[in-house]
């Protein structure tokens, strides 16, 4: 590649009139040269996973095997989102859209492209509700209802291409703010577009800023919090791997307003392919001119630096998160002073986090009508989540604020695997809350979500059925902050070690009625008097779930039973005498002699059917595991 | 510990992380970077090589050990040669990954941050490793496993030997 660096407004607008047909083919319009068809393999993680590298291969060596290079382009691109039905291939210019394509699947869809034959139907997408298969990706239910601003590049360009980048608007933002506002009118801008923080609480980002750039300092720093710990929240991944250069346009529009000369990405050690493509957007960044010294000829000067994190789920608090920048253990800090007046080596410092910095460049490239016209009233734009669970669709779904719960779950996520009735909703990851299936049509914003005791927290949003206990979700999330509790401050140090200890005793079927008592008035506690965000959000998963689902506590404590027959010391295994042949290899195998023979034959009238002492029961489970004909149950 | 003891390999190790702290200028806010690439180099971090790094660094072994101890990616364990790791994040969990981690830890013999006496497996849990389409999902050695099952984790165990 020969190297063009940007040097003006004009060079920059030359190269974007340079590669502005690079998109052209998957927009539907025939591209330029000799190809007739591109092949875009998703290469994200969750595709990754599913083995997309081992089919782009095999697409490659088949490709070149049969000398189509000039006609049959490959490339990669990111996250469709849609990771269940991974990996994704799609075909343009024809906007064919195939799923869970296996390496042996290569010869046969190439062999097709060349004759110019109708799709593959069985590499289609059947939509469950009619059994017909879908061609077109805008066709699929699961992307109908979605409105895709944060993740506009991802699933369409090359992430590790800058001219499919700005042929999709990229740095045109950046230009604007660079050339045509001051920081005045660039503040105005993020104001008006209404942007709020996307990492948990929904900070208004321009107030962020504004504090940012008013603080005295010839030193300061923009940092990216990439350290997305939320359990069940993948979004933050997908996007720098899909689209890196939109989170560093991100940064280095909010380094110019700031008037900031350093960068730093803080991001989790296991997003190694993270890492990867933005180590690469980075250095051809560098070379165009558009990152380093002198700015698209601007005069202004800002670089990044990646700096990993090592595990600890506090790091995502922003203060915790500047700690661990600075090479140190990873605890909080009282705020004020907050990180804008004393933050990165007690300069002035921005934190955001990918998906807000990712937002941005939109914003000023579009203007703050195109995102404002979305959302609600308090919460503009739109949000993206992660849906996960006893889902149909798992994947990542971006959709307007106050798209319903209903409409996520439902439409774009087809409903609950195996026909199961919904239960719950947890969003927030372990800060955040369960919610019911009673606020099923609720819109979910920012401020709705904290009204039904919860947050948006990153965007997980963990679908339960009927099968999940929710003491037992309740316990796990508990675990989860015991472990991750940095033990700076008491109360969440001890108190969620003993809010953790009084789940177990209740699912263990120790528990009495005072406990869930108990549980409510310390999870208050700790909620008003831990020192940062993690400690003060830890009690919600219990608190939400105490309010929501109290008669299953309840059931725990008075009739020592699990109605979702998931917490294993409360599980009441029986034999169904319908069912029952007689065999005997239960009692055999029982470790307890609980099982023994009744005088009721069995269909074989030489056998009896048997039955189980819950007295001498030691929930092991070993009966049900080796019952020939599965008569043994929960 | 006496350098002249090494063994030349060793040897060869301590002259890598050496260079590498230096090229981050001996700088203490470079520690966590340091430990990750000291980790890479030794496959953990025992305390003789905490106190050469402290040294370097010029900074008490207690403020390198209190990094070491704070984050769940270091250890000062040695590990097996099989590293498998559970993940139990809460899609993974809610899709049962909680029984998968007992399978192994019965098979194996060993509670989870533990290696079998042989050294050829560690069993570790893992907080999401952002695959949630595949849950539940378990890696060996960095390769993942999606989809998961009780029964599959002996055939997986086969695949390792």
Wanted: include cysteine; aromatic fraction near 8%; charged fraction near 25%.
């Amino acid at each position: 590649m020969a190297l063009e660096k940007i040097n003006s407004y004009e060079e920059f607008l030359a190269y974007c009139k340079e590669h502005s047909h690079s998109l052209d083919i998957k927009k539907g319009v025939k591209g330029i040269g000799e190809e007739t068809h591109l092949i875009s393999i998703c290469s994200s993680s969750g595709c990754h996973a599913s083995l997309s590298q081992e089919v782009y291969d095999e697409f490659d060596k088949y490709i070149k095997e049969n000398k189509l290079e000039k006609k049959i382009k490959l490339s990669i691109t990111g996250c469709f989102g849609f990771c269940e039905k991974g990996p994704i291939v799609k075909i343009f210019p024809e906007d064919t859209f195939y799923i869970q394509v296996k390496p042996e699947d290569a010869p046969r869809i190439v062999d097709n492209l060349v004759k110019g034959d109708k799709p593959l139907l069985d590499k289609l997408y059947v939509n469950p509700a009619d059994n017909k298969p879908i061609v077109k990706q805008d066709d699929i239910p699961f992307y109908k209802k979605q409105k895709r601003i944060a993740l506009r590049d991802c699933g369409l360009i090359n992430p590790e291409s800058l001219e499919e980048y700005v042929a999709n608007k990229g740095f045109a933002g950046l230009a604007n703010v660079l050339f045509k506002y001051s920081s005045d009118e660039a503040i105005e801008i993020l104001k008006n577009s209404g942007l709020r923080g996307r990492g948990g609480a929904g900070f208004p980002t321009w107030k962020k800023w504004d504090i940012a750039r008013k603080v005295p300092g010839d030193e300061k720093y923009v940092v990216c919090n990439a350290d997305e710990g939320d359990p069940g929240a993948f979004m933050d991944r997908s996007i720098m791997e899909g689209d890196p250069f939109s989170v560093l346009e991100g940064m280095i529009i909010a380094a110019k307003i700031i008037q900031a000369n350093k960068g730093v990405i803080y991001i989790r050690a296991e997003y190694p392919l993270a890492v990867e493509r933005l180590e690469k957007a980075i250095y051809i960044l560098r070379e165009h001119g558009l990152l380093g010294d002198n700015i698209m000829g601007s005069g202004m000067s800002f670089d990044i630096e990646i700096k990993y994190g090592a595990g600890a789920f506090v790091c995502g608090e922003e203060t915790a998160l500047i700690a661990s920048v600075e090479g140190g253990r990873g605890e909080p800090t009282v705020k004020p002073p907050f990180p804008a007046q004393s933050g990165l080596f007690k300069k002035p410092t921005n934190v955001n986090n990918v998906e807000t910095y990712d937002n941005v460049p939109f914003i000023f490239a579009n203007g703050a009508e195109a995102f404002n016209c979305i959302g609600t009233e308090k919460s503009k734009g739109t949000k993206v989540f992660a849906l996960a669970g006893k889902i149909n669709n798992v994947g990542l779904v971006e959709v307007p604020m106050g798209t319903t719960l209903r409409e996520i779950i439902y439409d774009i996520g087809g409903g609950i695997k195996n026909g199961k009735a919904f239960k719950a909703v947890q969003t927030g990851g372990p800060s955040g809350g369960c919610i019911p299936a009673s606020f099923i049509d609720t819109p979910i914003d920012y401020d709705n979500l904290v009204s039904i005791g919860s947050m948006m927290g990153s965007g997980g949003m963990i679908v339960m059925d009927e099968d999940n206990c929710m003491v037992n979700i309740a316990k796990f999330y508990l675990s989860f902050t015991v472990d991750e509790s940095c033990g700076k401050c008491t109360p969440c140090r001890v108190g969620n070690k003993r809010l953790y200890e009084i789940l177990e005793k209740i699912t263990n079927g120790e528990g009495t009625l005072e406990d869930l008592d108990q549980l409510e008035s310390l999870g208050t506690i700790i909620k008003d008097t831990a020192l940062c965000g993690l400690g003060q959000s830890s009690p919600n998963p219990v608190l939400s779930t105490l309010k929501y689902f109290r008669e299953e506590y309840i059931a725990h404590v008075t009739e020592k039973l699990c109605p979702a027959k998931e917490c294993k010391a409360l599980a009441r295994y029986s034999i169904d005498p319908k069912i029952c042949i007689g065999c005997d290899i239960c009692a055999k195998k029982c470790p307890v002699e609980a099982i023994s023979k009744t005088d009721q034959q069995a269909k074989n009238p030489k056998l009896f059917i048997h039955v189980i002492d819950d007295h001498k029961c030691i929930r092991c489970g070993t009966c049900a595991m080796h019952c020939p004909v599965k008569a043994i149950s929960l | 510990m006496g350098k002249e003891q090494m063994s030349p390999e060793t040897q060869a190790k301590y002259d890598e992380l050496e260079q590498f702290i230096a090229s981050k200028g001996n700088k203490e806010h470079e520690l966590i970077a340091i430990l990750h690439k000291a980790q890479g180099i030794f496959g953990y971090l025992p305390e003789d090589v905490q106190r050469f790094i402290a040294k370097r660094l010029n900074v008490p072994v207690s403020k390198v050990f209190g990094v070491v101890s704070f984050y769940s990616f270091f250890t000062m364990k040695k590990t097996g040669k099989y590293v498998i790791r559970v993940c139990l994040g809460t899609a993974c969990f809610v899709r049962g990954s909680e029984k998968i981690l007992n399978e192994f830890s019965e098979k194996l013999g060993i509670q989870p941050g533990n290696t079998t006496a042989d050294g050829l497996y560690t069993l570790e849990t893992v907080r999401c490793v952002g695959a949630c389409g595949l849950a539940p999902v378990i890696q060996v050695n960095g390769k993942t496993y999606g989809n998961a099952t009780v029964q599959s984790v002996g055939q997986i165990l086969e695949e390792y030997k």
